[in-house]
């Protein structure tokens, strides 16, 4: 090949538009990316969760937009609590399409002999039920649901056979009918939409739930309307029915939901969880944040005198940073690119090994948003980890091209390096705040990260120090060990920083799983009433009360008015034009339980105003909880509305409480002045404390009386309550448990890394020992008893760290006293000791087992 | 008379080193014209480098003044030195120092680049067809011979059509034979451009080569002169 012919192959590949930089970048990289596997691993891994949790989202929310009407159990539904639809809103909604009835609550279901009973979550349903969607019924293969639920048929959960003991073909007691059970339920398409549930469900017909008993006016049913509306509605439909309802039945306290968002609390909740998700993600992403950094420092030390070549060649500074800034995009890149392809196939994995725990079928999809967070939040933590070792490049001289120079230990980067440092951190932070709903939880999130880095940078800092200050120990292995802590380019900063902040994570979710669980099982049902009992109407509670005092003489009875209602109006302005922090949501949303009363009630103080005089006859008042009142910007004057029984009702804010919810005595955001609602159908909610020592047999006798006595009054046993909530709450920590693992997982890429790096210092450090007249296991015991050390001290400012935040979490966010755990302690050293040891572990087999001549020789 | 090319003015430079400030030059007065060849001779330690370093602006001297190719080194920062280095002066180095991931092509036409020249990779296949490596234009450096290796920089050296030539030890690390090539080439090439040439060598014979020899000692020049007024006596 002739020169020209080279020389114009040459200009053709290397595309002379591309900038000097850009060119000379990508023409160091076709080497390839050695030494820069953990810096790609690291930004995938956390790109990989983050576009993983995101495309988990966009999955399930694509399966609420794909199965919205089935999900809904139509186009549009109207529901709310007590108030069956009138005769005039009934004709109103038939006129607008296909409608079907139902209505939910909770009731006991019992088997016939008493001898075992349920907490079930009761649906009636008209004929036409399932509007959309099909019902699947176990070993029935197309279920005709109008027809095994007629005549006292009932369709049940698996669940409630086994509790009950019971099975398909048995009657079992439900109110004050019997109900004769058809068949199993394996699929129910709008259960979603219905409100968390809590027991098994039982499906009647409506016929069977009016002989029940249970669906009195006063009792807490939710009657809900679902309708087909005829034709292929589109969203502007959807909206215009919106409207329309506004305007014919501007009272009727509806709540409507359709097909967009079948379930707007199942969706909250998702996204919460993937915002969640996102910041364990970014904190793994932050963590292998070290590995990049280390991977960079150790390119740039490595290129020194190729650094140098450039400056005697006539290269800027500017042009070394860019050229490296560009090799080191490309690399983030070929991570990220990594970390999205994993994220992408995370939902097609997950999906079949979550089976039902989802609440919705996945349906794959991609989401441009989704992958830009990922990418985004991969990029940024890629640059701000690399900036900074990067602007090292520019302390390099050239001069090392003539003479050896140590490299310095410290260098402070220029001043424009560190101020893009700490733009790149403000984007970060920016980025993070932008995409989380709870603004402040990310805030927190984001400087707790910081500071739990800079507490662990310092340690690292601060045993090396201290190793360089102690006194040798007299024993060989000892003193080269604390030698090794305390030396210049040492593992001490990588261990600390690698493992650090996943440890601080685990031992603050263990220890606040280990105050939480101890709350619920020993401290809550110490403290708490026994039962709760829902629906006792009006005229039964004198009866109810004698039974209750037959049984269980010593017992403590408090009740209250139990109605439920929706917030409309407060302050002046129509709920849905405001826009209210995460944490107090809930309140405007949906249906609240309210009560009235002439006393303060128990597990409540006033905090301020002053509370309504016994008997008071004047403009309604209401009492509001002082936290939530004072989120949601009320205060005492003010005017709220609520919709109660199909009215709108206005009441003055005339004092606001505060309330210890954890007592579970009987209590509520709102409560009214007795003339309020006095006059409104209702029945009562009653709690019952037994004392300490009453046995368990007097316990389910007291529960079997009010069943046999009560049927249509629901009493729910606090401790299984308590239990039921145990068993999911576990579950959600398994879970957060396994996304903390994940920053535990880059910890060990960034400190393997780290490893491999050292190796060849290390190796030369062990042949001179070894020439020395050093053994193997002396050797050995030096790395151990390095690992040993340096795991310990990082596991224990983790204790120390993760101890304060989950203290802070559980003593100030959720009011449960703390209490501390031997085992987080133990975890902490297991995890971190098992992790230095394995990983050092491998690379001392190397060092023990590397020839001493070829590193004598090469020295 | 034209203009010095380098012209150094009671220049020092002490090192800051853990034992305390060491003397590395001192006083040191030069005067080197376009087209001169200088050898820098004298004992390990004795400065030389240092000076060389001081001629290339790729150390700051501490005291005294350095004017080379019109710039004045002293006053200039860092990005402004490697711009006049860069159009005006270049480096030979005893172990070479090419950039390994990088053609012998790509490693000549380096300095071109930095300085945005969109010609660089056609002038470099030139040069490297000048110092006799037109055929190793797509070679790696670890696909070449030491010499040829050395050629590679020659060229790279060679490429900005630089003023000055500098060279540290530039046989150092080459066999008899393929250094004798080198230096020919060397030699050949600062005289076809008029290119000044100072060259640090601990090779006698070498500096025999140079119309003039600055022998140094303890980080002073203590004679300079033509090569026939050197102790050995020797002539060219």
Known sequence: MTVEAVVEGRLETNRQWLPTVLMLALR??????????????????????????????????????????????????????????????????????????????????????????????????????????????????????????????????????????????????????????????????????????????????????????????????????????????????????????????????????????????????????????????????????????????????????????????????????????????????????????????????????????????????????????????GLLVALLFTVWPLGRASAIRAAVLFRDEVAPDRVRPPLWIMIATASIAAMLLAVALATSESQRIALYFCLSLAAIFALFWALGQGITLLARRLPRPRRPTLRLALASIGSPGGLTRSVVLSLGTGLSLLV???????????????????????????????????????????????????????????????????????????????????????????????????????????????????SFEADIARRLGLKIGDTIVVNVLGRNIEARIANLREVRWESLAINFVMVFSPNTMRGAPHNLLATITLPAATPLAQEAELSRQIGRAYPAVTAVRVRDAINAFNTVFRKIMVAVRAAGSITLIAGALVLAGALATAQRRRIKQAVIIKVLGGTRWEILSMHAAEYVMLATATALLAVVLGSLASWLAVTRLMDVPFVFSLSAVGMALGIASALVLFLGGLGTWRVLNAPAVPHLRTE | MSEPLINLQAV???????????????????????????????????????????????????????????????????????????????????SFHLVPTMTALENVALPLEFRGQPDALASAAAVLGEVGLGHRLEHFPSQLSGGEQQRVALARALVPSPRLLLADEPTGNLDGATGRQVVDLLFAASARRNTSLVMVTHDEALARRCRRVLRMADGKIVSDGAHAETPTGAAA
């Open chain 1, 28 to 377: 160091e990289l076709r080497s390839g990316i050695g030494g820069f596997y953990v810096f790609v691993a690291c930004v995938a891994l956390g790109v990989a969760v983050i576009s993983g949790v995101g495309a988990l989202g966009d999955a399930l929310r694509a399966g609420f937009e794909s199965q919205g009407e089935t999900l809904l159990g139509g186009d549009v539904t109207l529901s709310r609590p007590h108030r069956r639809a009138e005769v005039a809103e009934r004709a109103w909604i038939d006129a607008r399409g296909r409608a079907s009835e139902s209505a939910t609550l909770r009731a006991m279901a019992r088997r016939l002999d008493g001898s075992e009973q349920s907490l079930v979550e009761l649906k009636g349903v008209d004929g036409v039920y399932p509007l959309v969607g099909a019902m699947r019924v176990r070993d029935v293969p197309v279920a005709d649901v109008p027809r095994l639920l007629a005549g006292a048929g009932a369709l049940v959960d698996p669940i409630l056979l086994e509790s009950l003991g019971v099975g398909v073909g048995d009657r079992m007691q439900l109110g004050k009918t019997e109900v004769q059970i058809r068949g199993v339920i394996e699929t129910e398409p709008d259960r979603i939409s219905d409100r968390m549930t809590f027991g098994p469900r039982v499906l009647v017909d409506l016929a069977t739930l009016e002989v029940s008993g249970l669906a009195e006016p006063g009792g807490l049913v939710r009657w809900r309307y679902a309708l087909k509306l005829p034709g292929v509605s589109d969203a502007s439909e959807l909206v215009r029915f919106r409207d329309q309802l506004k305007g014919a039945l501007p009272d009727a306290g509806f709540t409507v939901a359709d097909r967009r968002d079948p379930s707007p609390q199942v969706s909250r909740t998702l996204e919460r969880l993937r915002q969640f998700l996102t910041l364990i993600g970014l904190t793994s992403l932050l963590v292998g944040g070290v590995g990049v950094a280390n991977a960079v420092a150790t390119y740039i030390d490595r290129r020194r005198r190729i650094i140098a070549t450039f400056k005697s060649l006539g290269a800027s500074n500017q042009q070394i940073f860019l050229i490296h800034l560009t090799q080191v995009v490309v690399i983030a890149l070929v991570g990220i690119a990594i970390g999205l392809l994993l994220g992408l196939v995370f939902p097609l994995v997950l999906t079949p090994l979550l089976g039902d725990a989802l609440p919705v079928q996945t349906a794959f999809s991609v989401r441009p948003w989704s992958l830009a967070i990922a990418s985004t939040y």
């Open chain 1, 508 to 622: 603050a979710v263990s220890l606040a799983d280990s105050s939480i669980v101890d709350e619920l099982e020993s401290r809550l049902p110490r403290n708490s009433p026994d039962f709760f009992v829902l629906d006792i109407p009006r005229a039964d509670i004198e009866g109810f009360t004698a039974l209750v005092k037959r049984v269980t003489p010593a017992a403590h009875i408090n009740q209250a008015p139990m109605l439920r209602g929706r917030l409309v109006q407060i302050a002046g302005r129509p709920v849905e034009q405001i826009k209210p922090t995460a944490e107090v949501q809930w309140v405007l949303s949906g249906d609240r339980g309210l009560t009235y009363g002439d006393a303060v009630p128990e597990g409540s103080r006033l905090v301020e105003g002053d509370w309504w005089p016994a008997g008071y006859d004047g403009e309604p008042r209401v």
């Open chain 2, 12 to 94: 020092g430079l002490t090192l800051d080193s853990r034992a305390g400030a060491v003397k590395v030059l001192d006083g040191i007065d030069l005067v080197v014209r376009e087209g001169e060849t200088v050898a820098v001779v004298g004992p390990s330690g004795s400065g030389k480098t240092s000076l060389l370093m001081l001629i290339a602006g790729l150390e700051q001297a501490t005291r005294g003044r350095i004017t080379v190719a019109g710039h004045d080194f002293t006053a200039l920062g860092e990005d402004a030195l490697a711009r006049a280095r860069g159009g005006a002066i270049g480096i030979v180095f005893q």
